[in-house]
């Protein structure tokens, strides 16, 4: 889950401060009566020193002020020398605290504790040079999703129809793609437009997903369909080792092209996708190779992502669902 980053401006530094916009923070503190030189500089998030409450833990009384006091709505900030056990007994009751850092392993160590994390971080002006990194581990790094070969079953042209192609405003990479399925249950690594092609330069920021009905994933374990997307939103992009990490869509192109039906089986499930019928999409092999549509064949292996779960618009739940 994307986590909030605030970064520390005391005392006040115009660059670093510059750096922080740069980086993607999500606000500024500085001191009383600062706010405006922060302001100058972006449109941000800016927060007073007195805004936050920072409270060392020393006791069991000070785990329980903790509590109260983010179950008030308070912005309740740990310091970064403190306990991981106190951090976890406050964490299994609320994960609404942050807590400051001031190195890259200081805020993987924040959001990797009792595997939820804290609910945010305040990065100090001595993590500034690991600021990037941080906003990246901490907003972009969504952690793995379980991929599966899945043997290819039939392959069937089924005539025109609208589908998507998803722009995003990310440069992805090999083995990068979208899970996307007739099912939110069993959806398919469709590949970036990474790979040069005789006919097509490649366009590394775009997935072309499939039909405007299809199942894709989204940040938080949620889906929508394809044909929700619009720009500002944020996907979930996947590699072939299942590693995951959050894109915004910057543009969706819907238009009418003809289709293929790709069916395949894992484990004696069975699942399908429809996709463009052209050489530029591809798939992921089990060896976690790009491989075009029309280079595949009934017996080949695509990797896959198996999910027991059903959806109720997006959200998970537990409800038996039949869906063909």
Do not use: W
Not at 57 to 82: A, F, W, Y
Not at 250 to 272: M, N, Y
């Amino acid at each position: 889950m994307s986590k909030k980053i605030y970064f520390k401006a005391i005392p006040f530094n115009k660059e670093l401060v510059t750096l922080a916009l740069e980086s993607g923070v999500d606000g500024i503190i500085v001191r009383g009566g600062e706010e405006s030189q922060v302001l100058a500089l972006g449109r941000i998030q800016v927060l007073k020193e007195e805004d936050l409450l920072l409270i060392p833990i020393k006791s069991k009384q000070d785990e329980d002020e903790v509590i109260k006091k983010c179950s008030l709505g308070k912005l309740v900030v740990l310091p970064e020398d403190t306990e991981i056990i106190p951090v976890e007994n406050i964490l299994a009751r609320t994960q609404e605290v942050g807590m400051e850092v001031s190195s890259l392993e200081k805020a993987k160590t924040a959001l990797g504790i009792l595997e939820v994390g804290v609910g945010f971080l305040v990065v100090t002006s001595r993590g500034a040079k690991d600021l990037k990194e941080i906003v990246k581990v901490s907003k972009l790094k969504q952690g793995k999703v379980e991929l599966q070969p899945a043997t290819i079953k039939n392959i069937k042209n089924i005539g025109l129809g609208h589908r998507v192609c998803v722009d995003t405003v990310s440069l992805l990479s090999t083995g990068q793609g979208m899970l996307v399925g007739n099912s939110s249950k069993f959806t398919f690594l469709i590949h970036a437009e990474t790979e040069a092609n005789p006919y097509v330069a490649p366009r590394p920021f775009r997935v072309n997903a499939g039909g405007v009905h299809s199942y894709t994933f989204l940040p938080q374990d949620k889906t929508c369909y394809l044909e929700e997307l619009e720009p500002g939103k944020e996907v979930l992009i996947v590699n072939n080792q299942g590693e995951t990490e959050i894109a915004v869509v910057g543009r969706v192109k819907t238009e009418i092209r003809p289709l293929l039906l790709l069916e395949a089986e894992v484990d004696g499930l069975q699942g399908s996708v429809i996709i463009q019928n052209a050489e530029t999409i591809r798939l992921v092999d089990a060896k976690g190779k790009p491989v075009s549509v029309v280079q595949l064949k009934e017996g080949d292996k695509v990797l896959c992502h198996v999910d027991e779960a059903g959806r109720h618009f997006g959200m998970r739940i537990k409800e038996e669902i039949i869906e063909k």
